[in-house]
């Protein structure tokens, strides 16, 4: 079965300080991997995706993730967070475009002026 | 903007009444919608597949006659949480697959969510 791993549940950095969250997967083929961020209250922002192909991805707001297949991991970074940055960010996995996701338990960023 | 509207976004009712939830695609055909629900500062929970046409499969441990899905049509899908009580307060939300041209490499697009309190 798909699960997922967010080890860190709050991370507090500063702004303009660089960013790594972590995530990892456990699902036996190649996963579809994304990064969703929830602003208290709201909906879900897809962050970015990785299907296939280059294992970098960049997506919105300055972000990028890496897939590494022999760690079972999909890291989200930004190099200098914004305060605007600060959210309930989550990291999801599923076995196709069309299948359902499976989301982690979610990592906290907080940041400090 | 938006592709995927779900309403209402917020709704407060009491316990014992019927709460229905909808979920539309708006510019792309959706075989397939899901139901999450999120407990306050937790992870989003699969509750069930919605397909159009079919009955809807459910995950483990959600109770299908309390939570009503109806997938009638390729852009609309519906949950209707039946005689609501505290407990059923939560944040759902739904999202769908599109389908056809353009779309083989898109996402699941989610919805806004409702944030649905009993009293």
């Known amino acids: 079965a798909q699960s997922v791993t967010q080890p860190d549940i709050h991370i507090t950095v500063s702004e303009g300080a660089s960013l790594e969250l972590r995530c990892n997967y456990s699902y036996g083929a190649t996963p579809y991997l994304f990064w969703y961020v929830q602003s208290p209250g709201q909906g879900l922002q897809l962050l970015l995706k990785?299907?296939?192909?280059?294992?970098l991805v960049q997506g919105i707001k300055g972000f990028e993730a890496e897939f590494k297949r022999s760690q079972s991991s999909f890291n989200l970074r930004k190099p200098s967070v914004h305060w605007s940055d600060a959210a309930e960010y989550f990291c999801a996995v599923g076995a196709s475009r069309d299948d359902k996701i499976i989301f982690g338990k979610g990592t906290r960023l907080h940041i400090l002026p | 903007g938006a592709v995927v509207s779900q309403h209402p976004s917020r709704v407060i009712c009491k316990s014992g009444t019927s709460v229905k939830i909808e979920c539309r695609s708006l510019d792309f055909q959706a075989t397939t919608m899901f139901w999450y629900r999120q407990f306050p500062k937790q992870s989003l929970m699969l509750m069930a597949t919605?397909?159009?046409?079919?009955?809807?499969?459910?995950e483990q441990g959600v109770e299908k006659d309390k939570f009503l899905i109806n997938h009638a049509s390729l852009t609309l899908s519906t949950l209707t949480v039946t005689s609501a009580h505290p407990e059923d307060s939560s944040f759902y939300i739904c999202?769908?697959?599109?389908?056809?041209?353009?779309?083989?490499?898109?996402?699941?697009?989610f919805g806004d969510g409702t944030r649905l309190s009993i009293l």
């Open positions: 999202s769908a697959v599109g389908q056809g041209r353009g779309r083989s490499n898109q996402p699941q697009h």
């Open positions: 919605s397909n159009e046409g079919s009955k809807a499969t459910y």
């Open positions: 990785y299907f296939s192909g280059d294992t």
